[in-house]
């Protein structure tokens, strides 16, 4: 049976999921609309260099900053399947609840994909394909996937540290998973956008091909596999590491004789 606040947590991870794709896939959008202007007809994936990145990865890392601290409290503040269905298979949420949230988490990505558009008309598709991520130049489908396994596998390992974690600090969730999504960003960016999420492609994706945009559906499972395995390997690493970890005495190295 779904926990009996399952209605509010299942409205949390929409919004949190909706600002995250509304504001993060924005930024793309904005900066691509923004290069456009400059160098008319330069088409989707037309980034400048690692500035536009490190911007990029600022808009997403604040928002789940942001959103932990806000919605941390009631709902955990996942905001990603690959994190729920990491936690998932280390018994941290139930199946039922972890159904709510995925959905939940599509739907938000899909409205925020929505509004984006509504927002800034035909050009967001157009030009800024609603931010959805693809491979970069160059860049094969499994290296794709190994690159959004080890993006997410990071990102994973320090949920597991600093929120799951009962010996975890207080009050550092927010910053600490924030800048961990936006560092992933800027080293992944140019590489197949960074998703490090199945929501926050499945939205874009979803707009582009009801809107009339490009269809990227053939790397769907890059963002799919690629962060769900990352999730589940991170958390069952994790889980063995600090199992039976008060036993140990911590080491000490800089103690003096």
């Not at 298979?89 to 709510?100: A, C, F, G, P, W």
């Not at 929505?114 to 290296?143: E, M, N």
């Amino acid at each position: 049976m779904a926990s009996c606040n399952i209605g509010k947590k299942f409205i949390a991870e929409l919004i949190g999921t909706f600002l995250l794709v509304f504001i993060g896939t924005g930024a793309a959008v904005v900066t691509l609309l923004i290069g456009d202007s400059i160098a008319p007809g330069t088409g989707i994936g037309a980034l400048g260099g690692l500035g536009d990145w490190i911007a990029i990865a600022l808009a997403f890392g604040l928002t789940v900053m942001a959103c932990i601290y806000v919605f941390g409290k009631i709902s955990g503040a996942h905001l990603n399947p690959a994190v729920t269905i990491g936690l998932l298979v280390t018994k941290n949420i139930s199946l039922i609840d972890s159904v709510y949230y995925i959905v939940a988490q599509c739907i938000g990505a899909a409205l925020g994909s929505l509004l984006l558009f509504v927002c800034l008309g035909a050009p967001a598709v157009a030009i800024g394909g609603l931010g959805a991520t693809a491979p970069g130049l160059g860049v094969s489908y499994i290296q794709a996937m190994i690159a959004e396994c080890i993006g997410t596998f990071f990102l994973m390992l320090v949920v597991m540290g600093v929120a799951v974690d009962e010996k975890a600090e207080p009050g550092f969730a927010g910053i600490s998973i924030g800048m961990t999504v936006a560092t992933v960003i800027v080293v992944l960016g140019a590489f197949t956008g960074a998703s490090i999420n199945p929501a926050r492609t499945f939205g874009p994706y979803l707009m582009d091909t009801l809107l009339g945009g490009a269809n990227l559906w053939a790397y769907f499972p890059i963002y799919v596999i690629g962060p769900i395995a990352g999730a589940v390997i991170a958390a069952l690493v994790y889980a063995y590491l600090a199992k039976g970890n008060d036993a140990c005495a911590l080491p000490q190295p800089f103690q003096e004789e």
